[in-house]
C-alpha cells in the first residue's frame, strides 16, 4: 500500500478517572479512517513509538497512542535515554513496574472506553469497530480491550506480550470467551514472560473460545524486537509484524 501524508498531534481524552494525554496520527486528507488504538510497551509513549503511529497512519488508519501511564503524569512519564539499554539502565524498569501492577482490569476497562468514545466522536475516525496492537505490557492491554469491548474490536494484535497467559486469576487469557475480533500474535522467542506453556494456555484458550486467531513464534527475536530504540530491535522481525498487522487490519477494517 502507498503510503500517504499524515498529521500528528498531541491531544486529551477525558477518562472517569482524569485526563489521559494522547497522540494521534492520521491521514492528512482530514477525512475520517479506520480508528486503531495502539498501546505503548512499557517505556511509554515517545518520539519512537509515535514514528511508529505515523507509520500506521501512512498506511490509511487513524490511531491513537493513550499514555496508559497518565495517573503519573503526563508523556513521558519515566525520563529515557534516546537509546534504551536495560542492562546499563536497569533502574529505568524499576520505576515503571509498579505503575504497570496499577493497570488492573477495572482500569484497563474504563480506559479503554474512554479511548474508544473519543475516536467514535472523532470526525478523522471512520464509523465502525477499531483495531487494536500492542507491544509488550501493551499485548495484555489489547487483548484485555478486545474481550472488555467486543461489539466495538474488529481485530486486536499483539506483539511480544508478556503475561498472556498465567495462573493469575485476571490473566487476559480469561477473557477469550468474550472476544469476537480477529487476533493476531507475534511472540518473542525464548522470551521469559512469555514461555512455550503459556503460548499453549493461550492458544487453547482462544480455540476453545472459538476465536479467529493466528498465533507465530518469531524465531531468533528478543522481547521487544519491534522498538527500535532499544537494545532488543530486531529489523527483520520488526518488518514481519507490520507485514502481519497491516494483512490484519487491512482483512478486518
Given at each position: 500500500?502507498?503510503?500517504t501524508?499524515?498529521?500528528?498531534?498531541?491531544?486529551?481524552?477525558?477518562?472517569?478517572?482524569?485526563?489521559a494525554?494522547?497522540?494521534?496520527?492520521?491521514?492528512?486528507?482530514?477525512?475520517?479512517?479506520?480508528?486503531?488504538?495502539?498501546?505503548?510497551?512499557?517505556?511509554?509513549?515517545?518520539?519512537?513509538?509515535?514514528?511508529?503511529?505515523?507509520?500506521?497512519?501512512?498506511?490509511?488508519?487513524?490511531?491513537?497512542?493513550?499514555?496508559?501511564?497518565?495517573?503519573?503524569?503526563?508523556?513521558?512519564?519515566?525520563?529515557?535515554?534516546?537509546?534504551i539499554?536495560?542492562s546499563?539502565?536497569?533502574?529505568?524498569?524499576?520505576?515503571?513496574?509498579?505503575?504497570?501492577?496499577?493497570?488492573?482490569?477495572?482500569?484497563?476497562?474504563?480506559?479503554?472506553?474512554?479511548?474508544?468514545?473519543?475516536?467514535?466522536?472523532?470526525?478523522?475516525?471512520?464509523?465502525?469497530?477499531?483495531?487494536?496492537?500492542?507491544?509488550?505490557?501493551?499485548?495484555?492491554?489489547?487483548?484485555?480491550?478486545?474481550?472488555?469491548?467486543?461489539?466495538?474490536?474488529?481485530?486486536?494484535?499483539?506483539?511480544?506480550?508478556?503475561?498472556?497467559?498465567?495462573?493469575?486469576?485476571?490473566?487476559?487469557?480469561?477473557?477469550?470467551?468474550?472476544?469476537?475480533?480477529?487476533?493476531?500474535?507475534?511472540?518473542?522467542?525464548?522470551?521469559?514472560?512469555?514461555?512455550?506453556?503459556?503460548?499453549?494456555?493461550?492458544?487453547?484458550?482462544?480455540?476453545?473460545?472459538?476465536?479467529?486467531?493466528?498465533?507465530?513464534?518469531?524465531?531468533?527475536?528478543?522481547?521487544?524486537y519491534?522498538?527500535?530504540?532499544?537494545?532488543?530491535?530486531?529489523?527483520?522481525?520488526?518488518?514481519?509484524?507490520?507485514?502481519?498487522?497491516?494483512?490484519?487490519?487491512?482483512?478486518?477494517?
Open positions: 500500500m502507498p503510503m501524508a499524515v498529521e500528528g498531534q498531541d491531544i486529551d481524552i477525558p477518562t472517569p478517572d482524569g485526563t494525554d494522547a497522540y494521534l496520527a492520521h491521514p492528512a486528507d482530514g477525512r475520517p479512517h479506520p480508528a486503531v488504538v495502539l498501546y505503548q510497551d512499557a517505556f511509554g509513549v515517545r518520539p519512537h513509538l509515535k514514528a511508529m503511529a505515523d507509520r500506521l497512519a501512512g498506511a490509511g488508519y487513524t490511531v491513537l497512542v493513550p499514555n496508559v501511564f497518565y495517573r503519573h503524569g503526563r508523556a513521558p512519564v519515566v525520563e529515557l535515554p534516546e537509546f539499554d536495560l546499563e539502565r536497569p533502574e529505568v524498569f524499576q520505576r515503571i513496574m509498579p505503575m504497570m501492577r496499577e493497570l488492573t482490569w477495572d482500569v484497563v476497562r474504563r480506559d479503554s472506553g474512554a479511548c474508544l468514545d473519543w475516536l467514535a466522536g472523532s470526525p478523522l475516525a471512520a464509523d465502525g469497530p477499531v483495531g487494536l496492537t500492542g507491544y509488550c505490557m501493551g499485548a495484555r492491554l489489547a487483548l484485555l480491550t478486545a474481550g472488555f469491548h467486543p461489539d466495538r474490536v474488529a481485530a486486536a494484535a499483539g506483539f511480544h506480550g508478556g503475561g498472556l497467559a498465567t495462573d493469575d486469576e485476571d490473566s487476559p487469557h480469561r477473557v477469550a470467551g468474550h472476544v469476537r475480533a480477529e487476533l493476531y500474535f507475534g511472540h518473542a522467542d525464548d522470551d521469559p514472560s512469555m514461555t512455550p506453556e503459556q503460548i499453549k494456555r493461550l492458544e487453547d484458550a482462544l480455540s476453545a473460545a472459538g476465536v479467529r486467531f493466528r498465533s507465530e513464534l518469531y524465531t531468533g527475536a528478543a522481547h521487544g519491534t522498538q527500535a530504540d532499544t537494545a532488543s530491535y530486531d529489523e527483520q522481525a520488526a518488518e514481519r509484524h507490520w507485514e502481519a498487522l497491516l494483512g490484519l487490519l487491512e482483512r478486518t477494517l
